[in-house]
């Protein structure tokens, strides 16, 4: 059942391609049809697989760091007023920082590695995971707080017990938010100069203007982000059941 | 000493001990929040396992009152809180109930129940068959493993309850735990409570807005006058136990509630004429 909801929209979306392409009769140049793409993926099937997997170890790895950091930062900014006021605007000047800027320094710094790409797509996730689990902590009942208390719970216990928990359903909006920029994060890493990677793919099949390839290495970002994101909603729908019944 | 001396003095101690002793006292309480005083040079005593219900106008300071003996607020200086005849820290000594139920969303009702035996450090298996065999006591028999969204409110209260009784102190505060049901369940929950208290024994500080239920529950109805708070009145409910319904219709019953409601009303005027001014 679960399948079907996810399988049908997007044979809805094949069939809408496909569909357009043949009635309107899109010129190839903008919209090749969608047979010719996933023939072409076919074709080289260890190229794009290999391309998937890479991209998706770069964004993965900085997508988890990220998450981490963000709920360990926010976690020592709620305890700790003074390391807020401190760290925060620094947080959010970090942020305003274009990613593509950011990513040349990366680049310049740890050379054509997948630390270079993690750390731009952890650049991009730790912000808005920080930023939700923060307002998650902060919106956690104090009553709640005192009833534990008065069970005498050590702090640990709170965080662990009531924080934490309260703080989810804010934390996994982040890191759905998070998926996709992780992913576009490894992207731009990519960019400059890897051989190997969806963005790698992309950029290659732009400069030789091979349109299908273009569109090929799309559907294949397309997968790494919603694999990303397909893990992020499955660990929430299981952590996070009591959400919309509150 | 001579014998005659002596033996005065033993009776005298043996007379009195028991008496004296108080599982909470207070002397001199008072609490300060800026310019508002809620409250001021409060005294009270509570027996071993006696039932006192605490009423008095909103605002007057009963919750944090709770909150000071739960260790959750400091009295301001002056006044002292003795758990057991002992200034100590109170935190995690008082088994604590406070206006709302509280529930976690995330934890069914075993699992909220045990939520203070967890934090004490209890295996969750343990804990977890402690409140198994426990839930039939408090009416949740069969919703075991129900999260408390799927719950009536009376429900809720009863694994608030559970969750308070789980959490082993012979001091039990409870702050209006039943303000928020309808007529009907709150008559039942009364009984019910009465049920349990003369089965699991424990001293227990009840707050209410309700006259009635204050009567029914408590084996002594304390009054507290409107803000600043101290006490009022104190009046011994010398009925029977166990108390049934019929109860509430009796000259006896009537009479105490005639007392008490005067006291009650003359402080609530004040507070709304406070809040007029
Ligand atoms: N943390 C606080 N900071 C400032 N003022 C407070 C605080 N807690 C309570 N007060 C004030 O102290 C007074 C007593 O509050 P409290 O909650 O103890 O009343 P209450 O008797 O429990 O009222 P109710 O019957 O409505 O529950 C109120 O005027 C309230 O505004
Ligand atoms: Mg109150």
Do not use: A, D, Q
């Given at each position: 059942m679960a399948l079907l909801r996810l399988v049908l929209p997007l044979l809805l979306l094949a069939a809408l391609w496909e569909g357009a392409v043949a009635l309107l009769q899109i010129s190839p140049f903008y919209l090749p049809p969608l047979r010719q793409v996933l023939g072409a993926i076919w074709a080289l099937g260890p190229a794009y697989a290999q391309a998937f997997m890479v991209t998706l170890g770069e964004a993965v790895a900085g997508f988890v760091v990220g998450g981490l950091v963000g709920v360990v930062s926010a976690t020592a900014f709620h305890h700790q007023r003074w390391l807020r006021d401190m760290l925060f605007p620094l947080f959010v000047a970090s942020q305003t920082v274009p990613v593509i800027a950011f990513g040349a320094i990366v680049v310049l710094w740890f050379g054509n590695t997948l630390l270079a790409k993690a750390a731009i797509a952890f650049y991009l996730t730790f912000f808005p995971v920080t930023v939700n689990a923060l307002a998650g902590f902060e919106a956690v009942d104090p009553r709640q707080v005192a009833l534990l208390r008065s069970f005498g719970a050590s702090r640990r216990d709170i965080w662990w017990k009531l924080l934490l928990p309260s703080a989810l359903p804010r934390i996994f909006t982040a890191l759905r938010l998070s998926a996709g920029l992780a992913l576009a994060g490894a992207i731009v890493g990519e960019w400059f100069g890897a051989s190997i990677g969806v963005g790698a793919m992309l950029l290659a099949a732009l400069f030789n203007e091979q349109v299908v390839a273009m569109w090929a290495a799309i559907l294949t970002a397309a997968a790494v982000g919603g694999a990303i994101f397909g893990v992020v909603a499955l660990v929430e729908a299981r952590l996070v059941f009591w959400r919309d019944e509150l | 000493m001579t014998d005659a001396a002596d033996q005065l003095d033993q009776l005298l101690t043996v007379g009195e001990a028991p008496a004296a002793r108080a599982k909470l006292q207070l002397n001199g309480v008072s609490r300060r929040f800026g310019a508002v005083q809620a409250l001021a040079k409060v005294d009270l005593g509570i027996a071993e396992g006696e039932f006192v219900t605490l009423i008095g106008p909103s605002g007057c300071g009963k919750s944090t009152l709770f909150n000071i003996v739960a260790g959750l607020l400091e009295a301001d200086t002056g006044g002292e809180v003795l758990l057991d005849g002992a200034a100590t820290s109170l935190l995690g000594k008082v088994a604590f109930m406070p206006q709302r139920d509280l529930l976690l969303p995330w934890r069914n009702v075993l699992d909220n129940a045990i939520l203070a035996a967890e934090v004490e450090g209890r295996p969750k298996r343990a804990a977890r068959e402690t409140a198994r065999a426990m839930a039939a006591d408090f009416g949740l028999k069969g919703f075991e493993d129900h999260y408390p969204q799927q719950l009536s409110g009376g429900m809720r209260q009863r694994v608030a309850l559970m969750r308070t009784f789980m959490f082993d102190r012979d001091l039990m505060l409870l702050d209006e735990p039943f303000g928020a049901l309808d007529a009907l369940t709150r008559a039942m929950m009364q009984r019910w409570l009465l049920d349990i208290w003369s089965r699991y024994r424990r001293t227990i500080l009840f707050i209410t807005h309700d006259i009635d239920e204050a009567i029914f529950l408590g084996d002594r109805v304390v009054v507290m006058s409107a803000r600043?708070?101290?006490?009022k009145l104190e009046r011994r409910v010398e009925l029977p136990r166990p108390r049934d319904p019929a109860l509430l219709t009796t000259p006896a019953f009537n009479a105490i509630k005639r007392e008490l409601l005067d006291a009650v009303e003359e402080e609530s005027m004040k507070t709304f004429a406070a809040g007029a001014a």
């Open positions: - | 600043p708070g101290s006490i």
